[in-house]
């Protein structure tokens, strides 16, 4: 365990890759981080160690309290809360969100703009508005901790949308989080 919490340490200064195989507890779920490993080399640990076939993989950053998990595939459903469970049960209290890969082809055609923010319809507009609604979110559940599980919940539903090409569905459900949560718009 010793091991693992040096290598949250070290995600405070670069990226690593992990791997993350649920158990049928918390407990015995296993996650593998390392630091010069591929992702894909990760999951494969983790699934021989791991007593479900139901993995995630891709790269961990840490950030203060928060351990931010970009997966290279498609998630379990409620990962963030689940990886939460498992470093709770080993004594880590971090709270965990996941995020959208990046996409390098999209960001390349367009570079960032604030005329994005404005309009949801460019294939660019997702990643500019998803970025500002999460340092929204971010700075909501640092004022107020209680919300950060459902918050990180809700911006998975809507990177799931994304991901699965609704991109419309994923604005919608951005703009619903923001009026839910009360997230202020005015810096």
């Keep these: 365990m010793d091991e693992l919490k040096n290598l949250i340490a070290l995600s405070r200064q670069r990226d690593l890759s992990f791997g993350f195989c649920l158990g049928k507890k918390a407990e015995t779920s296993v996650l593998v981080m390392h630091r010069d490993r591929a992702p894909d080399a990760m999951a494969r640990e983790a699934r021989q160690q791991g007593e479900t076939p139901k993995i995630a993989f891709g790269t961990a950053s840490t950030r203060g309290r ?78 107020n901790p209680e919300i950060g599980d459902k918050l990180s919940t809700a911006l998975g539903i809507a990177d799931r949308k994304s991901r699965d090409g609704e991109t419309k569905a994923a604005a919608k459900a951005l703009r619903q989080i923001v009026r839910a949560f009360g997230l202020s718009t005015k810096e």
């Excluded at 080993?90 to 709270?95: E, I, S």
């Design 66 to 143: 928060v351990l931010t998990l970009t997966c290279a595939n498609r998630p379990p459903p409620r990962l963030a809360r689940k990886v939460k469970r498992y470093l709770h049960s080993h004594g880590m209290k971090l709270r965990v969100q996941l995020a959208e890969p990046a996409a390098p082809q999209k960001e390349a055609q367009q570079p960032a703009s604030e005329s994005e923010t404005e309009t949801p319809q460019k294939p660019t507009s997702w990643e500019a508005l998803r970025k500002a609604v999460g340092r929204l979110a971010d700075r909501k559940t640092r004022q």
